[in-house]
Structures are given as C-alpha cells and as structure tokens.
C-alpha cells in the first residue's frame, strides 16, 4: 500500500507541473519515500517560448521546499 504522504507529494508535483506550459504526456512522475522522480520524455507546450530546464528548476525549487520531499530526480529527455 502507497505511503499517503507520498499519495499527497505525487499530486502537488503533477499541480506545479500543470501550472507550466511543459507536455508531460510521455513522462511518467512518481513519488517514493519521499523522492520525487521524473522518467520519460519532456517538451515544451506547443507555441510555448519557455525553457523547459528553466522551468525544472523551478518545479525542483518548489518541490524541495514542500514537508516531506527529500530530492528531486530528473530522469527524462528534456526536448527544447
């Protein structure tokens, strides 16, 4: 059984996700003992002129911030 404190880290990372023109419909974001891990493939929204690594870094900066988050693991392809 998934560790509720982890149920709630996964979706406050999908939300800060969703607040950012970043497609993320081929990556997958999961939450593990606290660490937060991004696999797969991200890209920039289409007509979007933002930084997809840019907007990681502040994605990872909110996350890192957040009780109950300890790291957070990029291990995507990042396409600009």
Do not use: C, W
Not at 6 to 24: C, G, L, Q, Y
């Amino acid at each position: 059984m998934a560790d509720p404190k982890d149920v709630e880290a996964n979706k406050a990372a999908r939300r800060e996700f969703s607040k950012r023109p970043i497609d993320t419909s081929r990556a997958d974001i999961r939450v593990a003992h606290g660490v937060v891990y991004v696999r797969g493939q991200l890209s920039p929204m289409r007509g979007s002129d933002s930084s997809v690594k840019e907007m990681l870094d502040q994605i990872s900066k909110v996350m890192r911030s957040k009780p109950g988050i300890r790291d957070f693991v990029i291990d995507a392809v990042v396409r600009e």
